[in-house]
């Protein structure tokens, strides 16, 4: 009679026990509510931390810096983040900005001249953007995270001299949503205005490009917020020069493309009460005119 142990060993080994450990799938470094949760602590540390230093609070400023290096500061959250984008998990928002201005790569093929864009906090030079022949990249970010990118603050990039050092598209994807403050956010938008240029009429095509803001926010920001609705940050960027032309949601994110027309009608946005609720955010986009904001 053949035993158990016998048997056993007359069985075939499944391939999967023979792969080596080098072709399996690697899961990563942290799960996706780890992620968000990494994410959502690091943007409510900030907020505090601004909020402190506002109020002249150096000691609990002090305090909040220390927690957001302790869970590992901007590194930390850099890295929450592009796991969060990385392939695996489908995040690649630049690839939702190749989709809508497919039309205009089109005409650009096999011509010398490419679309210059600006990445604000890019992540990585492998994402749909960087990769596509017919776009010129620059990446900044406050903490560059490999070599393509460079380390700068895009509030306190020079600002340009000539249209040779502008863009056509500004890329914000969930740039906006880290500025701790309402009024750090609007001067972003601001600021944006000052690095669009107009792409040129290209011979023999009837394609034109409008300088154009590529913009990403989590979706709460906008559906969620007491202080902040689609139709405010519709207004918001309509009043710097900008028009909707495209729009799409997830069901964690809101994606929008703005084209700039340069006719601007200067307005303030106040942090006001718009949709109120107590399980709503706080997130905010305050608009001051430029008298304002230097005697702030």
């Given amino acids: 009679m053949t035993s158990k142990k016998q048997r056993n060993a007359k069985r075939p080994t499944l391939l999967s026990r023979t792969r080596p450990p080098t072709i ?10 780890a992620t968000r949760n990494l994410i959502r602590s690091h943007h409510t540390l900030l907020k ?19 927690q957001i290096q302790q869970n590992g500061g901007l590194e930390s959250y850099q890295l929450a983040s592009k796991i969060g984008q990385s392939l695996e998990r489908g ?22 001249f490419k679309l210059r864009v600006l990445e604000v906090g890019a992540l990585s030079t492998k994402n749909a953007c960087s990769q596509n022949e017919g776009l010129d990249v620059t990446r900044i970010d406050l903490n560059s995270q490999e070599p393509g990118i460079l380390k ?3 509030m306190e990039r020079r600002l340009p001299s000539s249209d040779d050092d502008r863009f056509h598209i500004i890329s914000l994807s969930l740039v906006l949503n880290y500025v701790p403050d ?8 601001k600021r944006c205005v000052t690095f669009l240029t107009k792409a040129p009429l290209l011979p023999d095509s009837s394609v034109s490009f409008m300088p154009s803001l590529f913009l990403v926010l989590p979706l709460p ?3 969620n917020s007491r202080y902040l609705t689609e139709q405010r940050l519709h207004d918001i960027l309509s009043s710097l ?34 949709n109120p609720g107590k399980t709503r955010n706080n997130f905010a986009i305050v608009i001051k005119n430029d008298k304002a904001t230097k005697q702030s």
């Fill in 24 to 33: 399996r799938k690697s899961a990563p470094a942290l799960s996706s509510k």
């Fill in 48 to 66: 505090l931390h601004a909020q402190a230093l506002r109020s002249g609070d150096k000691a609990l400023a002090d305090k909040l810096d220390a």
């Fill in 91 to 112: 995040g690649d928002s630049s690839k939702v900005l190749i989709d809508w201005i497919n039309p205009q790569l089109g005409a650009l093929k096999d011509r010398p």
């Fill in 152 to 154: 700068q603050d895009f």
């Fill in 182 to 189: 309402p009024v750090g956010r609007g001067e972003m938008l």
């Fill in 221 to 223: 920001c906008v559906s």
């Fill in 241 to 274: 020069g900008f028009s909707l032309v495209e729009s799409k949601q997830t069901t964690k994110l809101i994606f929008q493309l703005w084209e700039y027309s340069g006719k601007r009608e200067p307005k303030q946005f106040k942090k006001e009460m718009l």
